[in-house]
């Protein structure tokens, strides 16, 4: 008998938190390959302002993302050397400078979700993406190298079916 109560008294406490509406903490947007692009991605790209260029909505940040997977995936089957050390350092003092003096960077960092490990890990592939388009697009007198890049990534775009959306 004592453990039949026990257990109605654990559903009537229990009881209100099954009731309780839900919140949800992650969601797969897109599944590129082998890698997936979650609402936490695009929140955290959004809030870091960490997209070049205009970033300014949920979808363009995911498209940004997305963008940013397919190159990797092609730059993975080349050879594209690792960025040193200092040169992350630089890229990540640029982005840096390009909040107020007064921003609190760790707390930022904090309420995107992301470690600081992993913002340098954007920033070691930011550089490994220019170096891969500088190599597959030389800047030698192409006023519509944007322009190939574009189509490029369309191209991508279409290869893994992202071309209509």
């Known amino acids: 008998m004592r453990p ?7 559903l009537v406490l ?7 509406q839900q919140v949800e903490m992650d969601r ?13 991605d695009v929140r955290q790209v959004r809030i870091l302002k960490l997209a070049v260029g205009s970033a300014d909505t ?15 995936r092609e730059l993975a089957r080349g050879t594209v050397a690792e960025p040193a050390p200092d040169r992350i350092a ?10 107020p003096e007064s921003t609190d960077i760790p707390a930022l960092l904090a309420r995107a979700g992301m470690s600081a490990q992993a913002l340098d ?3 070691r592939d930011e550089l490994k993406i220019e170096a891969f388009l ?18 490029w990534i369309n191209d991508l775009r279409h290869r893994a079916n992202l071309s209509g959306k």
């Open 4 to 10: 039949i109560l026990i257990a109605v008294v654990g």
């Open 14 to 20: 229990v009881a209100p938190v099954l009731g309780a």
């Open 28 to 40: 797969t947007l897109e599944r590129i390959y082998d890698s997936v692009v979650t609402t936490s």
């Open 58 to 72: 949920d979808a363009a940040a995911q498209t940004t993302i997305e963008n940013r997977l397919l190159i990797m």
């Open 90 to 99: 630089e890229k990540r003092e640029a982005w840096r400078k390009t909040w």
């Open 121 to 123: 890990g954007w920033f």
């Open 134 to 151: 500088a190599l597959r697009f030389p800047q030698i007198a192409d006023s519509r190298r944007s322009e190939r890049i574009n189509a």
